[in-house]
């Protein structure tokens, strides 16, 4: 579902950066807000990773470690999920309000954010058994950058076209996000109870 924004920005007053007269419709969809406020639940991280002990020893199951790199990455990456909601509705809110100042500063504290989360990716994608939800992420991530980017460069530059089509790119790259996140959050519970068993 998509709907379209008319943002309409006049010249500011003297005080502040000035900006060209700017008309964007910028199509925004609602997936922007929506994936990142929709969780699942997730089992319990002890039931998908543990392996069964011997029979009549009664001793307590135990995961397989993954590498303590690979486990803090995840956990921090498990962490800034809640971000995302914060950031997709500071971003919906300056597209509502025709609040171009304000849209530039949630697009430079969002690619600040989104570039420190990008860099844990790495360490899921060196693991084989977290590889796949590392390549999906990094792709996922490297459109949410590229869009705010150019939502950023071009509100610099007053390219309405460009504004649009950034929205676009985020949109997408905020779907793809969203389709992953109860995977990461089952992976990321798991990593935190392979943390309090192996790496405290």
């Known amino acids: 579902m998509t709907r379209n924004v008319l943002i309409a920005a006049a010249a500011p007053s003297r005080r502040r950066r000035s900006f060209p007269l700017l008309l964007v419709s910028a199509v925004v ?108 992420l990094a792709a996922a991530y490297g459109q949410m950058i590229s869009g705010l980017q150019q939502i950023h460069d071009s509100l610099v530059s007053g390219n309405a076209a460009g504004v649009t089509a950034g929205f676009q790119q985020f949109a997408a790259g905020n779907e793809a996000y969203g389709a992953l996140r109860a995977e990461l959050s089952d992976k990321a519970q798991q990593a935190i109870f392979m943390q309090r068993i192996y790496y405290r």
């Open 29 to 136: 969809p609602a997936s922007v807000a929506i994936a990142c406020s929709n969780s699942t639940a997730s089992p319990s991280p002890a039931a998908a990773v543990a392996t069964p002990g011997p029979v009549g020893t009664g001793a307590t199951p135990k995961p397989t470690a993954w590498p303590g790199d690979t486990v803090s990455a995840m956990i921090a990456l498990g962490a800034d999920d809640d971000s995302f909601q914060q950031l997709a509705k500071d971003l919906q809110t300056t597209v509502d309000n025709g609040d171009l100042q304000g849209m530039l500063r949630v697009t430079n504290d969002g690619l600040t954010f989104l570039k420190g989360a990008q860099k844990n990716i790495p360490h899921l994608q060196d693991y084989s058994e977290t590889k796949a939800i590392g390549d999906a």
